[in-house]
């Protein structure tokens, strides 16, 4: 595929993240590799196949490392497990396999069986973020090396987390569960919270082999999840930081961009029916309005887990940044899917 503006923006949100933080060695970098990684292996472009392998093999070689809440993070995440499903990076077998084997072995685990977070041992404490982090590498890496098991654990781990964070009132997640003492539920409908949920599940959906006896469940969740969040998106195309308040709460781009991602793929592969593409292409002029010629991305949450007491205020209060290193790789995903789906150009007049 000839390169179009929207890969070249996915290429450059690429390099302004290692630009403006110096590298990718932190979990945010685990989700702008996976979409370059992405780009590059759907085009099969020879440039970009190279510039991923030279970020990823210091990975995958043990020569660099991530501060990291699960194994994964260290061979390089899921970008690694993409680029070996994809047949791009055979030499890292042997570290996926251990990678993956580990995460099932030696990450601490909630009563009910869900990864949880590291710093609160015994705590169960839960939060959606990790189904970004953890269930894609598992999927990848066994469609990759014939691992039912690892592909199940994939599927176990999304699906338990949305069926613990869902919110009946509105089919939008909560972040966490636990974070501030037992039973404590965070009450936030927050953006990004939202599309780390749409964008696991759209992995699932879209590459889980169509004769997996789950395959229809998933799906069917996925699609449940996109029509939730569609009754939120605003005039923009785009959502807020906290999605059932966009009149006190910005726009915030990285959910956004997730959420566009997942809605877009879903419309590649025939899962989200045709008649939703304006809304995917409404949402990416949207997206373009908080991105400068140069890639500077404004009007990203800075970190958030469970803010004070977990209050829809005080997700609201979270203040945007500019160029945030979560800013960047929902911006990789959610361009480089308007190039694979054929998106025409943005005139000046739809930017």
């Known amino acids: 595929m000839k390169p179009t503006p929207f890969s070249k923006r996915a290429r450059s949100a ?17 989700l702008s590799l996976h979409g370059f990684a992405r780009l590059a292996a759907r085009t099969g472009d020879p440039a970009l196949l190279e510039e991923i392998r030279q970020q990823l093999m210091p990975y995958v070689n043990g020569e660099r490392d991530f501060p990291c809440n699960f194994p994964n993070y260290r061979c390089g995440g899921n970008a690694t497990a993409w680029l070996l499903y994809s047949g791009q990076l055979p030499e890292a077998e042997v570290t996926v396999r251990e990678h993956a084997e580990r995460i099932l072995h030696e990450a601490p685990r ?21 189904a970004f ?15 039912p098991a690892w592909v199940d654990e994939a599927l176990f781990q999304t699906m338990e987390m ?3 964070f869902r919110v009946e009132e509105t089919g939008l997640l909560n972040q966490s569960l636990n974070m501030r003492g037992p ?10 919270g939202n599309g780390w949920g749409a964008f696991a599940l759209a992995e699932l959906a879209v590459y889980l082999p169509e004769n997996h006896p789950r395959k229809t469940e998933v799906v069917e969740m996925y699609l449940d999840h996109v029509r939730a969040c569609a009754a939120f998106q605003n005039a923009e195309g785009l959502w807020h930081q906290e999605m059932t308040e966009p009149k006190e709460s910005y726009v915030e781009t990285s959910g956004s961009g997730l959420m566009l991602y997942a809605l877009g793929i879903g419309l590649e592969a025939g899962l989200v029916d045709a008649a939703e593409r304006p809304r995917f292409e409404q949402g990416l002029r949207g997206l373009s309005r908080y991105i400068t010629p140069d890639t500077d991305i404004f009007h990203t949450c800075k970190g958030c887990l469970c803010p004070g007491g977990g209050t829809k205020l ?17 911006v990789i995903f959610a361009m480089a899917q308007a190039h694979l789906l054929g998106i025409k150009p943005l005139t000046p007049e739809t930017a």
Request: net charge positive.
């Open 14 to 30: 690429f390099r302004k993240h290692r630009a403006v933080h110096g590298h990718y060695s932190h979990y945010t970098g685990i």
């Open 110 to 130: 909630a009563a009910n069986g869900i990864l949880c977070h590291p710093a609160y041992p015994g705590g169960d404490v839960i939060w959606i973020d990790v």
């Open 162 to 164: 949305i069926r613990a």
């Open 314 to 330: 005080e997700y609201m209060a979270k203040p945007p940044v500019l160029n945030d290193c979560h800013a960047f790789g929902p």
């Open 133 to 147: 982090a953890v269930s894609p590498f598992l999927l990848f890496s066994g469609l990759a090396l014939n691992e």
């Open 183 to 192: 039973g404590h539920r965070s009450q936030d409908h927050w953006s990004r």
